[in-house]
C-alpha cells in the first residue's frame, strides 16, 4: 500500500527534469565508483538478511540511499527496528 | 585547454568565441587546434583559406611555429594554429605538446588549446601542455556523464591542472523553467565544479559559423554577451552570471502553472 501510494504520489510530482536529475545521479556513483550493476541491491538483500538475525524489522521503512557529497559517494542505510530477537 | 569528453557539445564554438573575446579585451591570445586530422576551427574563425602550415608541420620542423600562425582577419592580436588535416591523433605526443605550449606561454598572454572528444590520445596530448581546462558540456545526460569523466581525469592531474572551470552550454531557458530539462543548479550540483559560465542556446551560432564570424565579435546576442562574460571572468573581472529566465510571463503562462504546480519553480 505504501509503495502504492509513493508511486502516485511521486508520478504526479515527478518532472521531466528530476527524473534526469535522479538517473543522472545513480549513472554518475555507479560510474566513479566503477560500481557493476545490480551490486547494490545484492548489498542490501545481504544487509536485510544480517540485521534480520538480530531485530524484527519494519520492512516497509527500511531504506537505503545512494548519495554523493561533493564528488564522493556514499551509502546510507536506514532500518526502522521493531524488537530484537533471541540470539 | 577547452575539453568536453562527448563531442557536439560547442567545444570549438566556444575556443574560437573566446578567443574572439578574450583578444577584444586587448589580451594577446593564441588559438590551437589540437583535433588534428578533424580541422574545424579555422572554418569557425573564417580562416580556412589562409591555412599553409599546421601544428604538426611546427612538431616535426617542417616550418616555424610564426609560420604556422595564421593571424586572425579583423584581430591582430589574435592568431590561429590550426591542426593537420590529413593526419591522425597519433601524430603528436604528449611531449611535443608540452615544448610547443611552453613556446606559445611566450608569445601569448593567453593560450586556448582546443581539445578534440574523446578520453583517448587525443586528449592527452591537449592536456600535456595546459595549466588549466575549461570544461564545456551541455545539461544533457549523456553530455553530463562524459563531462564527468573528464573532471575524474582532470582531478588525477591535480599537479598539471591547477583549476578546472564548467561552461555549461545550451541552455533553453523555457525548458528548464516547464522542468522539462536540468537547470544550472542541477547540473553544478551533480557534477560539484566551480561554474565558469552560461551560454543559452542561440541560432545564431549557426549564422554565425556560416559566415566565419564568431558571435562574441558582435553585439546584440546573447550567446555573444555570455562568451565576452567567460573571457572577462578569465582576465579575473567578477561578472555576474547572466539571467536565462524567460521574460513573458504572459496570463497564460500563469494559468498553466496554477493548475501544473509542478511547473512552479
Known amino acids: 500500500m505504501q509503495s502504492l501510494l509513493n508511486w502516485f504520489f511521486r508520478s504526479s510530482v515527478d518532472t521531466v527534469r528530476e527524473t534526469a536529475k535522479d538517473r543522472m545521479k545513480t549513472m554518475l556513483v555507479h560510474d566513479r565508483l566503477e560500481l557493476p550493476a545490480g551490486r547494490i541491491e545484492v548489498l542490501q538483500e545481504e544487509l536485510i538478511a544480517v540485521v534480520s538475525r538480530y531485530f524484527e524489522l519494519d520492512r516497509d521503512l527500511t531504506k537505503f540511499d545512494l548519495n554523493q557529497v561533493e564528488r564522493k559517494a556514499s551509502f546510507v542505510a536506514n532500518f526502522p527496528l521493531l524488537r530484537s530477537k533471541e540470539c | ?265
Open chain 2, 1 to 265: 585547454m577547452i575539453t568536453s569528453g562527448k563531442g557536439g557539445v560547442g567545444k570549438t564554438t566556444a575556443s574560437a568565441n573566446l578567443g574572439v573575446a578574450l583578444a577584444n579585451t586587448g589580451a594577446s591570445v593564441a588559438l590551437v587546434d589540437m583535433d588534428i586530422g578533424l580541422r574545424n576551427l579555422d572554418i569557425l574563425m573564417g580562416l580556412e583559406n589562409r591555412v599553409v602550415y599546421n601544428l604538426v608541420d611546427v612538431v616535426e620542423e617542417r616550418c616555424k611555429l610564426r609560420q604556422a600562425l595564421v593571424k586572425d582577419k579583423r584581430l591582430p592580436n589574435l592568431s590561429l594554429l590550426p591542426a593537420a588535416q590529413t593526419r591522425d591523433k597519433t601524430a603528436v605526443d604528449a611531449d611535443q605538446m608540452k615544448k610547443l605550449c611552453e613556446e606559445l606561454k611566450e608569445l601569448f598572454e593567453f593560450v586556448l588549446i582546443d581539445s578534440p572528444a574523446g578520453i583517448e590520445s587525443g586528449f592527452q596530448n591537449a592536456v600535456a601542455g595546459a595549466e588549466e581546462a575549461i570544461v564545456i558540456t551541455t545539461p544533457e545526460m549523456s553530455a553530463v556523464r562524459d563531462a564527468d569523466r573528464i573532471i575524474g581525469l582532470l582531478e588525477a592531474r591535480k599537479d598539471e591542472i591547477k583549476e578546472y572551470r564548467l561552461v555549461l552550454n545550451r541552455i533553453r531557458p523555457s525548458m528548464v523553467k516547464n522542468n522539462d530539462m536540468m537547470s544550472v543548479d542541477d547540473v553544478l550540483e551533480i557534477l560539484s565544479v566551480k561554474l565558469l559560465g552560461v551560454v543559452p542556446e542561440d541560432e545564431e551560432i549557426i549564422t554565425s559559423t556560416n559566415k566565419g564570424e564568431p558571435v562574441s565579435g558582435t553585439d546584440n546576442t546573447r550567446s555573444g554577451l555570455a562568451f565576452r562574460n567567460i573571457a572577462r571572468r578569465l582576465r579575473g573581472e567578477d561578472v555576474p552570471f547572466m539571467d536565462l529566465d524567460p521574460q513573458q510571463s504572459t496570463w497564460f503562462s500563469r494559468i498553466t502553472k496554477f493548475f501544473n504546480p509542478a511547473a512552479r519553480v
